[in-house]
Protein backbone atom coordinates (compact mmCIF):
# COMPACT_ATOMS: atom_id res chain seq x y z
CA UNK A 1 0.00 0.00 0.00
CA UNK A 2 1.35 3.26 -0.89
CA UNK A 3 1.37 6.33 1.37
CA UNK A 4 -1.31 8.06 -0.34
CA UNK A 5 -3.70 5.02 0.56
CA UNK A 6 -2.65 5.27 3.58
CA UNK A 7 -3.05 8.64 4.21
CA UNK A 8 -6.45 8.65 2.37
CA UNK A 9 -7.46 5.78 4.89
CA UNK A 10 -6.97 7.74 7.98
CA UNK A 11 -7.60 11.08 7.67
CA UNK A 12 -11.23 12.08 8.48
CA UNK A 13 -11.79 8.60 9.90
CA UNK A 14 -12.09 7.81 13.86
CA UNK A 15 -9.16 5.46 14.76
CA UNK A 16 -8.94 3.13 17.08
CA UNK A 17 -6.40 3.16 19.40
CA UNK A 18 -4.58 0.43 20.05
CA UNK A 19 -4.30 0.53 23.77
CA UNK A 20 -7.26 1.86 23.77
CA UNK A 21 -9.56 -0.63 25.12
CA UNK A 22 -6.90 -1.81 27.53
CA UNK A 23 -7.16 1.24 29.24
CA UNK A 24 -10.76 1.92 29.64
CA UNK A 25 -11.06 -1.37 30.91
CA UNK A 26 -8.06 -0.97 33.56
CA UNK A 27 -6.45 -3.88 31.96
CA UNK A 28 -3.32 -1.62 30.97
CA UNK A 29 -0.19 -2.12 32.76
CA UNK A 30 1.43 0.93 33.86
CA UNK A 31 4.82 1.05 35.85
CA UNK A 32 2.99 1.09 39.06
CA UNK A 33 1.93 -1.79 38.02
CA UNK A 34 4.58 -4.38 37.60
CA UNK A 35 6.32 -6.64 40.11
CA UNK A 36 9.48 -8.37 39.49
CA UNK A 37 11.33 -10.52 41.58
CA UNK A 38 13.44 -9.27 44.14
CA UNK A 39 12.41 -5.61 42.75
CA UNK A 40 13.45 -2.74 44.85
CA UNK A 41 11.26 0.79 45.18
CA UNK A 42 12.78 4.31 44.60
CA UNK A 43 12.23 7.63 46.73
CA UNK A 44 14.27 10.81 46.18
CA UNK A 45 15.62 12.67 49.10
CA UNK A 46 15.22 16.37 47.81
CA UNK A 47 16.92 20.21 49.33
CA UNK A 48 14.42 21.78 51.50
CA UNK A 49 16.31 25.13 50.91
CA UNK A 50 16.90 26.99 46.93
CA UNK A 51 20.52 27.33 47.00
CA UNK A 52 23.33 26.15 49.62
CA UNK A 53 26.11 24.01 50.76
CA UNK A 54 25.61 20.40 52.21
CA UNK A 55 26.80 20.39 56.01
CA UNK A 56 26.05 17.05 57.28
CA UNK A 57 23.38 14.28 56.39
CA UNK A 58 22.28 12.53 59.26
CA UNK A 59 20.06 9.13 59.14
CA UNK A 60 17.57 9.09 62.26
CA UNK A 61 17.23 6.14 64.70
CA UNK A 62 14.40 3.93 64.46
CA UNK A 63 14.52 2.64 60.51
CA UNK A 64 16.62 -0.08 59.99
CA UNK A 65 19.04 1.32 57.62
CA UNK A 66 21.29 -1.58 56.90
CA UNK A 67 17.77 -3.19 54.68
CA UNK A 68 18.01 0.09 52.59
CA UNK A 69 20.07 0.61 49.52
CA UNK A 70 21.13 4.23 49.87
CA UNK A 71 22.93 6.45 46.49
CA UNK A 72 24.64 9.58 46.76
CA UNK A 73 26.92 11.60 44.56
CA UNK A 74 30.13 9.45 45.63
CA UNK A 75 28.35 6.70 44.93
CA UNK A 76 28.06 7.53 41.04
CA UNK A 77 31.65 6.06 39.54
CA UNK A 78 31.75 8.42 36.18
CA UNK A 79 30.58 12.14 35.58
CA UNK A 80 27.81 13.17 38.00
CA UNK A 81 25.93 15.38 35.60
CA UNK A 82 22.74 15.02 33.00
CA UNK A 83 22.94 17.26 30.42
CA UNK A 84 20.68 19.20 29.94
CA UNK A 85 21.79 22.20 27.76
CA UNK A 86 25.54 21.62 28.70
CA UNK A 87 27.11 19.55 31.49
CA UNK A 88 25.36 21.96 33.82
CA UNK A 89 22.68 19.57 35.88
CA UNK A 90 24.06 16.66 38.40
CA UNK A 91 22.46 13.72 38.99
CA UNK A 92 23.20 14.10 42.69
CA UNK A 93 23.93 17.25 44.16
CA UNK A 94 27.25 16.81 46.02
CA UNK A 95 28.29 19.69 48.27
CA UNK A 96 25.98 21.92 47.04
CA UNK A 97 22.42 22.52 46.18
CA UNK A 98 21.16 25.21 43.37
CA UNK A 99 17.22 24.79 43.36
CA UNK A 100 14.58 23.57 46.08
CA UNK A 101 13.76 19.85 44.99
CA UNK A 102 17.07 19.07 43.93
CA UNK A 103 17.83 15.63 44.47
CA UNK A 104 20.24 14.62 47.13
CA UNK A 105 19.93 11.08 48.03
CA UNK A 106 18.09 8.09 46.71
CA UNK A 107 16.75 5.20 49.10
CA UNK A 108 15.17 1.65 47.94
CA UNK A 109 13.74 -1.09 49.59
CA UNK A 110 11.66 -3.90 48.98
CA UNK A 111 8.56 -2.50 50.98
CA UNK A 112 7.49 0.65 49.20
CA UNK A 113 5.13 1.41 52.38
CA UNK A 114 8.54 1.81 54.28
CA UNK A 115 9.81 4.44 51.80
CA UNK A 116 7.84 7.64 52.49
CA UNK A 117 8.80 7.52 56.08
CA UNK A 118 12.48 6.42 55.28
CA UNK A 119 12.83 10.05 53.46
CA UNK A 120 11.82 11.90 56.41
CA UNK A 121 13.85 10.45 58.82
CA UNK A 122 16.63 11.71 56.96
CA UNK A 123 18.23 15.46 58.06
CA UNK A 124 20.29 17.57 55.77
CA UNK A 125 22.08 20.53 57.50
CA UNK A 126 22.46 23.33 55.02
CA UNK A 127 24.54 26.43 55.29
CA UNK A 128 22.15 28.93 53.21
CA UNK A 129 23.61 30.74 50.56
CA UNK A 130 21.93 33.96 49.11
CA UNK A 131 18.98 32.78 46.26
CA UNK A 132 18.08 34.14 42.98
CA UNK A 133 14.28 34.49 42.65
CA UNK A 134 14.02 36.37 39.18
CA UNK A 135 15.36 36.87 35.91
CA UNK A 136 15.85 40.48 36.76
CA UNK A 137 17.40 39.76 39.92
CA UNK A 138 19.62 37.35 37.80
CA UNK A 139 20.51 40.66 35.80
CA UNK A 140 21.68 42.53 38.31
CA UNK A 141 24.44 40.20 38.67
CA UNK A 142 24.41 41.21 42.51
CA UNK A 143 25.22 37.43 43.32
CA UNK A 144 26.37 35.58 40.77
CA UNK A 145 24.82 31.47 40.65
CA UNK A 146 25.97 30.48 37.51
CA UNK A 147 28.65 30.97 35.34
CA UNK A 148 30.32 34.42 35.33
CA UNK A 149 26.81 36.67 34.73
CA UNK A 150 24.41 34.56 35.38
CA UNK A 151 23.84 33.40 31.84
CA UNK A 152 22.54 30.28 31.10
CA UNK A 153 22.30 29.93 27.57
CA UNK A 154 22.14 32.24 24.83
CA UNK A 155 20.24 31.80 21.25
CA UNK A 156 20.76 34.60 18.77
CA UNK A 157 17.66 33.58 15.86
CA UNK A 158 18.01 35.86 12.54
CA UNK A 159 16.33 35.89 9.65
CA UNK A 160 15.63 38.49 6.52
CA UNK A 161 16.57 42.09 7.31
CA UNK A 162 14.50 42.75 10.32
CA UNK A 163 15.82 46.96 10.44
CA UNK A 164 14.62 47.11 6.61
CA UNK A 165 11.15 45.54 7.38
CA UNK A 166 10.88 48.02 10.67
CA UNK A 167 11.27 51.08 8.48
CA UNK A 168 8.77 50.30 6.23
CA UNK A 169 5.67 48.63 8.80
CA UNK A 170 3.15 50.26 9.19
CA UNK A 171 2.76 49.43 12.92
CA UNK A 172 5.14 47.51 15.14
CA UNK A 173 4.16 45.42 18.41
CA UNK A 174 6.47 44.63 21.32
CA UNK A 175 6.24 42.67 24.28
CA UNK A 176 7.55 40.50 26.61
CA UNK A 177 6.07 37.09 27.80
CA UNK A 178 6.82 34.52 30.42
CA UNK A 179 5.65 31.00 31.41
CA UNK A 180 6.93 28.94 33.87
CA UNK A 181 9.28 25.78 33.49
CA UNK A 182 7.91 23.20 31.42
CA UNK A 183 8.79 19.66 31.71
CA UNK A 184 7.48 16.63 29.90
CA UNK A 185 6.74 13.52 31.73
CA UNK A 186 4.43 10.32 31.57
CA UNK A 187 0.60 10.81 32.47
CA UNK A 188 0.23 7.49 34.73
CA UNK A 189 -1.74 6.83 36.58
CA UNK A 190 -0.74 6.00 40.33
CA UNK A 191 -2.63 4.08 42.94
CA UNK A 192 -2.23 5.75 46.29
CA UNK A 193 -0.57 3.53 49.75
CA UNK A 194 -4.08 2.09 50.32
CA UNK A 195 -3.99 0.40 46.32
CA UNK A 196 -6.34 2.32 44.88
Not at 122 to 130: A, G
Not at 137 to 159: M, P
Not at 188 to 193: H, T
Request: hydrophobic fraction near 35%; charge should be negative.
Amino acid sequence: MNSDRIVDSIIGKSVPRKEGRDKVTGRSQYVDDMALPHMLFGATVRSQIPRGCINKITFAPGIHWDEFVIVSAKDIPGKNCISLIGDDQPCLANEFVNHPEEPILLLAHPDRHLLPKAVEAVSIEYEPLPAIFTIEESERRSEIVWGADNIFKTYLIEKGEVDCIWEKADYIVEGEYTTGAQEQLYIENKRDDRGL
